[in-house]
């Protein structure tokens, strides 16, 4: 999903590189057409200045999911709702409390009833809600560990109830990707596994959920990012599979979704050449229109990933991309993850309008487009006037965390933890998606139980030496996440073992790598509430 860091702000040229083919030439305005001045316009809550937007403006501006800065409304955002906006996206920067996040979204429908407000909560290692503490809910790898349906259902529920408290309507969730690559550097516990009929049968159960809630779910990465070994935040990922393979792995969640009614289908920007040799999906009218639409039948809202990750404003830039995305059957553009000002969302929108009137967008698209937009901000508005079904739970996402739990003993193991340990956690680079200032591992709820816990992070090829070092005679317990995927780590828990035997060792990412450690836990996940299962196996509390 989107960018959380300035490193995929980066817009490239507005014109694409070379030999990139599908051309379509766009004219895009040397400035935007008003200004970008802070200053709200007077008389503009709510309604249209007279004289101001034409219905193809305001089409454009209905397309465009775009991010703000702070924890209220900037009056420029309140201008352009006033002008035709119709969705916008919540982001971690924007969010303190729920109370605040709930008075922030009544300010959004003081100007506009029925305004989409979107986030990327996925729960688990991708939270946005809950950004600074880490997810009361286990992500989809630990859901599919369990692989309970009713509870992957009820966990989407109570998220769902959660995220409606708080007047969101549109969750960019659940991630429908077969994590079929296992060193996949960005889906991995956002997934719920491996195993395609596993994963098409929780996401089901999750949209289900969601929108019993009111809160409309979205699939994503149309058509799947699982059997990627690049980051598309990055990078264009390819997956160079022929139409079988993926009609019998990456299409059947997808099929799933869309059998369960989901709202809407995230657009991946990943090269699938059996299905299109030159366009990535975001882009690809063989991807989007002919497969999504046409052989999967999917008459929802199809919404791009964001546009300013660097698959896409690399080769193309983000104007350019945007044309091409609503020309090739997006109805709506996410950006904001790292553009998140007025002068983005002008560029976007004139760049739409002149597209249609150079005859290079046609404007029959575009407004198709704005009703598809349109008729899920009618659902929305909808699903809040009848609220949530079902009473609310709000310890279903600790009950699924430790029901996920993969306990592993060994003949070293002491029991459970009585003295203070010492946490080593070995911290890889987060990626992009998931953020790096959400809390995780287990040093925090050991310290509640064991207080005087002392706790270091380590990284690169001393890690096992010092994290010896700094432990001293305290009992070692070694917090992974994908060991698999970083040979160092794997290598600083050989050397802790080595020397101490009767380490614990805490696996919060993919369980790929052997069981090790006296004591080997795999929470499938590090949200806040995977933490707190192990530590209640580590403490035997």
């Known amino acids: 999903m989107t960018s959380t860091s300035a490193e995929t702000s980066g817009l490239g040229s507005d014109s694409r590189s070379a030999g990139a083919s599908g051309s379509l030439s766009v004219?895009?305005?040397?400035?935007?057409?008003?200004?970008?001045?802070?200053t709200r316009s007077?008389?503009?809550?709510?309604?249209r200045s007279a004289g101001a937007q034409d219905s193809l403006t305001r089409d454009a501006l209905a397309v465009l999911q775009p991010g703000f800065g702070g924890t209220t409304a900037p009056d420029?955002?309140?201008r352009r709702i006033g002008e035709g906006l119709a969705s916008v996206g919540l982001f971690?920067?924007?969010?303190?409390?729920?109370?605040?996040?709930?008075?922030?979204?009544?300010?959004?429908?003081?100007?506009?009833?029925?305004i989409v407000v979107a986030i990327d909560e996925e729960s688990g290692d991708v939270t946005r809600l809950e950004v600074r503490t880490g997810s009361s809910f286990p992500g989809n790898h630990a859901l599919g560990a369990v692989d309970d349906p009713d509870l992957t259902r009820g966990v989407a529920a109570e998220l769902g109830r959660r995220l409606a408290d708080c007047g969101v309507t549109f969750n960019w969730a659940p991630s429908a990707d077969v994590n079929s690559d296992p060193g996949n550097p960005v889906i991995g516990v956002r997934s719920f596994g491996a195993d395609t009929a596993l994963v098409a049968r929780h996401t089901a159960a999750y949209i289900e959920g969601m929108q019993s809630a009111g809160v409309a779910a979205c699939a994503k990465h149309f058509p799947g990012h699982g059997d990627t070994a690049v980051d598309s935040h990055h990078a264009v990922p390819h997956i160079d599979v022929d139409t079988d393979v993926l009609n019998a792995r990456e299409l059947v969640p997808f099929r799933a979704a869309i059998a369960a009614g989901t709202r809407a289908v995230m657009s991946a920007h990943i090269s699938v050449p059996a299905l299109d040799p030159d366009l990535p999906g975001t882009l690809s009218r063989r991807v989007l229109t002919d497969l999504l639409r046409g052989e999967l039948g999917f008459d929802g809202l199809i919404v791009t990933d964001g546009i300013e990750m660097r698959a896409i404003s690399g080769a193309y830039g983000i104007e350019r991309g945007t044309v091409l995305a609503v020309a090739a059957g997006c109805d709506a553009i996410c950006v904001g993850g790292g553009l998140h000002d007025e002068l983005t969302v002008l560029r976007l929108r004139d760049a739409l309008v002149a597209a249609v009137r150079a005859g290079e967008l046609p404007e029959e698209r575009l407004a198709d487009a704005a009703a598809r937009v349109r008729a899920l901000a009618d659902w929305t508005s909808a699903s809040r006037a009848s609220g949530p079904a079902?009473?609310?739970?709000?310890?279903?996402?600790?009950?699924a965390a430790r029901r996920a739990l993969t306990v592993t003993h060994t003949e070293t193991y002491a029991g459970p933890l009585t003295g203070t340990p010492y946490v080593a956690a070995f911290t890889p680079v987060a990626n992009i998606a998931v953020g790096d200032e959400t809390p995780w591992g287990v040093a925090a709820e050991l310290t509640r139980r064991l207080p005087g816990t002392e706790t270091g992070s380590f990284t690169g090829d001393r890690a096992g030496a010092d994290a010896l070092a700094a432990a001293g005679e305290r009992r070692i317990v070694a917090v992974v996440r994908?060991?698999?995927?970083?040979?160092?780590?794997?290598?600083?828990?050989?050397?802790?073992?080595?020397?101490?035997?009767?380490?614990?060792?805490?696996?919060?990412?993919?369980?790929q790598a052997k069981p090790t450690g006296a004591l080997h836990i795999a929470t499938h996940g590090a949200a806040r509430v995977c933490g707190q299962a192990a530590a209640e196996v580590l403490t035997g509390s």
Do not use: Y
């Open 92 to 114: 971690g920067r924007n969010i303190q409390t729920p109370e605040q996040v709930a008075a922030l979204t009544a300010q959004l429908r003081a100007e506009r009833e029925d």
């Open 482 to 511: 994908d060991a698999h995927r970083h040979p160092w780590m794997a290598a600083a828990v050989d050397h802790l073992l080595a020397a101490r035997p009767d380490t614990v060792v805490v696996e919060m990412g993919v369980p």
């Open 42 to 47: 007077a008389g503009t809550s709510g309604t």
């Open 76 to 78: 420029w955002l309140l």
């Open 390 to 399: 079902g009473a609310a739970d709000p310890e279903i996402g600790l009950r």
């Open 27 to 38: 004219a895009v305005s040397g400035s935007p057409a008003e200004g970008v001045s802070g």
